[in-house]
């Protein structure tokens, strides 16, 4: 039996780029389940289509893309947003990843690259236009080492983890891919993803970026 296509959104305002990324994208066999040209348009349309990937453009008409990536992770922590935009501003990139964006990629990428970064975001990689990954990375430190909220996890009544799940939640710290802890656990990548959701619920975090800082801030990456 074989695999289920990866199913792929477009999102972005200009009709000739999408429709050739959609093509592109079908063409090299993955399931294209939905267009939208501005920002509402792409929340409504990703709520009914139920992508696996949106590959989200950042400046829309409606709604910016940033908080479409927001409400779209926000109500499905699983989808993976992959970000291509033609804007390699810092504060673009970290923003993007602070609303919940697995990867960055430059519009100025090959269709090859584009391809790639889109099978491995749909794998849980963190994918990034290169240059751009050290920096997403530094934010995350930055971001830890600054105070937590009053109202934390540090409370006495804290959620406990299971071991596992603190184990995943370690090598999520660490940059690992879904597909990697599975297999260095030698588990399913499906159990991988139901540990990070068990984990998101308990921590009431919404998605990996939150769930990166949390460990990071408990040195759950140096462990």
Not at 72 to 83: E, I, M, S
Not at 87 to 110: P, R
Not at 171 to 193: D, F, P
Not at 215 to 222: H, K, N, P, S
Request: with cysteine.
């Amino acid at each position: 039996m074989s695999e289920q296509p990866i199913k792929v959104m477009v999102v972005d305002d200009h009709p000739m780029w999408r429709d050739a990324v959609a093509r592109d994208l079908a063409e090299a066999g993955f399931a294209v389940v939905a267009t939208a040209g501005d920002g509402e348009q792409a929340v409504r349309r990703a709520l009914a289509a139920g992508p696996d990937v949106l590959v989200l453009d950042l400046n829309l008409p409606a709604k910016p893309g940033v908080q479409v990536c927001k409400e779209l992770v926000g109500a499905n922590p699983a989808l993976r947003v992959l970000v291509l935009s033609a804007s390699g501003e810092h504060a673009d990139v970290l923003e993007a990843v602070k609303s919940g964006a697995t990867g960055y990629l430059l519009k100025s990428a090959s269709t090859g690259e584009l391809l790639d970064a889109v099978r491995r975001t749909a794998a849980g990689d963190p994918v990034f236009t290169p240059g751009l990954a050290g920096l997403v990375l530094g934010e995350y430190r930055r971001l830890a080492s600054e105070p937590p909220p009053a109202a934390g996890a540090d409370e006495p009544n804290a959620p406990r983890l299971t071991e596992r799940e603190t184990e995943v939640l370690r090598l999520v710290a660490k940059g690992l891919s879904y597909k990697q802890i599975a297999e260095r656990l030698v588990i399913s990548h499906r159990t991988v993803q139901n540990h990070v959701q068990n984990t998101l619920g308990k921590l009431q975090l919404h998605n990996r970026v939150e769930l990166v800082r949390y460990a990071i801030e408990r040195g759950l990456d140096d462990a």
